[in-house]
């Protein structure tokens, strides 16, 4: 066969055609551009964040590092660091803890760092890193709170924790950098001549000496993030080494978690939300773009027709058709890709500002324009692909009747004496092309079930359920360091001034306190098998374990939630009672599991006066998670205790543990309260410690409490520190306002292309069916009856929508919210269908005028002129 380069020609021809069509490109260039805004926001929301979620997790895990190896002597760092895997090296020594009374909210590490750990560490110093033996970098928010200026130069005289002594020492400030407050510590950079003075020797033996002070942590990076585990231990046995814990020979070493290519947790989970963001927006897409092209083949119909009575191929209409959707790729998705970037750019630091503490990474990784570019093209020849198999097989006879009614809706034979009546002959109508129809019905109502979503999941906040996870009462007072990872019970009290001051407010209410007994360690006696914290228990009839006792006033007592048993307060005045407390998982689930004691049972206290290793205790095996001899055997009684007073009580109950009824610490057997007359019984002077001061304040009047409470532990107390309700109340707020405020602009894009849609539908039908209009008013139908009958077919779209709309709704509260709410433990699942029913109105509206306007732009000509057309 005869081959004729005939591409220009088919060019010319499609460029005539696409002049001819200016309203349906104004249309499809619309759509396009929506689309391709879709998808290039998605890209840029999802690097960005994801960009934001490595660097954030950089932070929180203390720097870019890939891998870190711990607690090592130079000669261990010189010879680890040589591997040629190692890319980049970050040096860094523990040098001690400032004691300064006013840093105790927040504590400062001292170390020394070489220029790639202070890089790694994202430390942008303004002066410069110390050089001297005397100098130091501290960050702002320890400055600020030393009372001194972000300035270099100034003298300061701080207290260092050498750990085996302390030691007054006169800094210089050589610099400063900008303080993270996602950190309850500090970071204060020394030289390393200061390190060589105060801790020469030290920190070079950790395997055998367990001293941290001195030693050496080397930051490492590798060429990239793939397979750092492997790299890291890999470092370490061509070193020489062992990655066995327990050794004497093995290095401790870390994989930085923030890098995404670490883990393989929730990938499984991101790769399927990706997806199905990506195939609803491309459904979107091609809902309206197919629609459009649809459109254009049934306008344009009788003129490939002609073209195939001249010799033109089915290939040939193929690319007229393609030809033209590229010229309205090529103006849509570049007017997409900056709209959507520019969106992504305002969404994501809304987002990021809840997830990550208002530090978001913008990303502007070429991805996220080729992605778009990408997906709109591939959304575009998709759609297209159905309306140029029309035009390209229809024949020319088949070109003058098509309408684009299903040839099974032809077929039917009707036979009815009522069947003229108006709203019949409607919904008969929607029936001419039911894929139409769905498509049209379909894109309205994702729009409405997406928004709907939205409200569901926003309606299932719970504030109180939220705010639980932080803080159970109103206020909670204490001293400073309890709010810190470094508290423990023999801190300072919290100040009777405090509390009387925060009592003489106006706005209190009540309040009570919690205490413990610093001075005498307390055991209890147990027989089983008991996983505590991370820690096996095998104990035998007569052996004890640690426990952790607190006194707790009627106030705090009466707060507490008991998930076993009944609280009796006077029967537990008595002094006969204790109750225990077990942890929570992280849906605020009880892991009664770990109780060891359960109500009804008597346990025995008893104070222990001594306490030390056995003799037959080498060391501390971590993989066995107990006490072993020299040949490796677990020692089963490596402590051996002294007594003193006991006591018998029996368990009334067993309550929830928070993070407002316990010291933070987490470690103790078990964990028991009692009244605080009680527990003083156990001290000797009956001297108590009280570790905090819960209390409830009225809610009108909570800004003032507040403030008051800022105040005074800024200026009177420095040293007593407070939380309440507030702050998490706002965080609360913010969370929801993020959530309506995305996806409400993601429907709102969704629910104008649903609109458009609409418009395509109903315009193809009135298209299609111009000579059945005239031949149905050439019968006696007026125009009245024939609007009143397209209004009807509107209403149809309208009650099509809202039924497919509550069940989309009902399938997806069912089988994604609810599964959601129940896996957060500040949710409960609340179904809602107001958003669906709110928009019906606005809907009514658009399918009753819709319907006309097409009309009136689409009808113009004389009865006598549309049948003449249709011959």
Request: charged letters at 25%; a neutral charge; glycine letters at 8%.
């Amino acid at each position: 066969m005869l081959r004729v380069n005939n591409r220009k020609t088919v060019r010319r021809l499609a460029g005539k055609s696409y002049k001819s069509n200016e309203k349906r490109n104004r249309t499809a260039i619309i759509a396009i551009i929506l689309t391709t805004v879709l998808f290039s926001a998605f890209f840029t929301i999802g690097l960005s964040l994801a960009k934001s979620l490595e660097y954030n997790s950089m932070r929180l895990s203390g720097g870019m590092g890939h891998a870190s190896l711990k607690y090592l002597s130079d000669k261990q760092y010189d010879e680890l660091t040589k591997n040629p895997l190692i890319k980049k090296v970050g040096k860094s020594y523990f040098c001690g803890t400032m004691e300064d009374g006013v840093l105790i909210k927040r504590p400062v590490e001292l170390n020394y760092k070489n220029k790639e750990d202070i890089r790694q560490a994202f430390m942008e110093i303004n002066g410069e890193a110390p050089v001297e033996e005397n100098e130091l970098v501290l960050d702002s928010i320890a400055l600020d709170m030393l009372g001194l200026e972000h300035k270099a130069g100034q003298k300061i005289s701080l207290l260092v924790n050498f750990d085996d002594h302390t030691e007054q020492v006169e800094f210089t400030l050589s610099g400063w950098y900008e303080g993270d407050p996602v950190f309850n510590s500090s970071i204060g950079l020394v030289s390393e001549a200061f390190k060589n003075k105060y801790l020469a020797g030290r920190g070079q033996k950790y395997n055998q000496d367990y001293d941290a002070y001195g030693s050496c942590n080397a930051n490492i990076m590798f060429q990239n993030s793939s397979e750092i585990e492997e790299r890291i231990q890999q470092v370490i046995t061509e070193a020489g080494y062992s990655i066995e814990e327990g050794k004497e020979n093995s290095i401790a070493y870390g994989v930085n978690w923030s890098y995404i290519s670490t883990g393989t947790d929730g990938g499984r989970e991101t790769k399927i939300a990706v997806a199905a963001g990506l195939l609803l927006i491309m459904l979107t897409g091609y809902l309206i773009i197919y629609n459009i092209f649809q459109i254009s083949v049934i306008r344009d119909i009788r003129f490939y027709g002609l073209l195939k009575t001249i010799g033109t191929t089915g290939n040939q209409i193929r690319r007229i058709l393609i030809y033209q959707a590229l010229r309205m790729s090529v103006l849509g998705i570049p007017i997409g890709l900056v709209t959507g970037y520019g969106l992504g750019l305002i969404l994501t630091p809304i987002i990021a500002a809840e997830m990550y503490g208002k530090r978001a990474f913008l990303s502007r990784n070429p991805l996220i324009f080729a992605g778009a570019v990408l997906f709109s093209l591939i959304t575009v020849f998709i759609s297209c692909i159905k309306p140029a198999r029309i035009a390209s097989r229809i024949s020319p006879v088949e070109a003058v009747k098509y309408s684009g009614v299903e040839k099974s809706y032809l077929k039917k034979q009707k036979r009815t004496t009522h069947g003229a009546k108006l709203y019949k002959m409607a919904f008969s109508n929607l029936g001419r092309n039911k894929k139409r129809t769905v498509i049209a019905v379909i894109s309205m109502s994702l729009s409405l079930i997406l928004m709907n979503m939205v409200f569901c999941l926003s309606s299932s906040f719970d504030l109180n359920l939220f705010i639980k996870r932080f803080i159970d009462v109103d206020y909670q007072l204490a001293e400073a360091s309890y709010f810190n990872s470094d508290y423990s019970q023999d801190e300072d009290p919290v100040s009777d001034e405090f509390i009387k001051a925060f009592q003489s407010q106006q706005g209190f209410v009540d309040g009570g306190s919690i205490y413990t007994n610093y001075s005498k360690m307390l055991c209890v006696e147990a027989e089983g098998e008991f996983e505590q914290w991370g820690l096996h228990y095998s104990l035998q009839k007569g052996d004890v374990a640690e426990a952790e006792v607190y006194g707790m006033d009627s106030f705090v007592l009466d707060s507490l939630k008991m998930v076993e048993g009944e609280f009796d307060a006077e029967k537990f005045a008595t002094g006969k009672y204790v109750l225990l407390g077990v942890a929570t998982d992280d849906q605020g689930h009880p892991e009664m599991e770990t109780a060891c004691f359960h109500t009804g049972d008597n346990i025995k206290l008893k104070e222990c006066t001594k306490s030390e290793l056995a003799p037959e205790v080498e060391q501390y095996d971590m993989e066995k998670r107990a006490y072993v001899d020299k040949e490796g055997n677990v020692v089963r009684k490596p402590i051996l205790y002294e007594f003193g007073s006991e006591k018998e009580y029996e368990i009334m109950g067993i309550y929830e543990l928070s993070w407002t009824n316990m010291d933070r610490s987490y470690g103790s057997f078990a964990v028991f309260s009692m009244p605080t007359s009680e527990l003083q019984k156990w001290s000797e002077d009956g001297r108590i410690n009280r570790m905090s001061y819960l209390a409830e304040g009225e809610d009108e009047l909570e800004t003032q409490l507040d403030g008051f409470l800022e105040q005074y532990t800024s200026i009177v107390e420095p040293t007593m520190n407070y939380a309440s309700k507030k702050v998490y109340h706002a965080e609360f707020d913010q969370l929801k306002s993020i959530l309506v405020i995305v996806g409400s602009i993601l429907s709102g894009i969704i629910g104008f292309i649903g609109i458009l849609n609409f418009i395509n539908s109903v315009s193809t039908g009135i298209i299609a069916r111009k000579k059945e209009f005239a031949m149905l008013r050439s019968i006696g139908m007026t125009v009245k009856q024939l609007k009143k009958m397209l209004v009807y077919e509107g209403i149809y779209y309208l009650a099509f929508t809202i039924m497919f709309s509550v069940s989309g709704v009902l399938v997806t509260s069912f089988t994604m919210i609810r599964p959601l709410a129940d896996s957060l433990s500040f949710l409960i699942f609340k179904l809602t269908l107001a958003p669906v029913l709110l928009a019906v109105p606005v809907l009514a509206i658009i399918t009753g005028i819709i319907p006309l306007v097409s009309y009136r732009s689409n009808v113009k000509k004389t009865v006598v002129e549309l049948i003449r057309d249709g011959e």
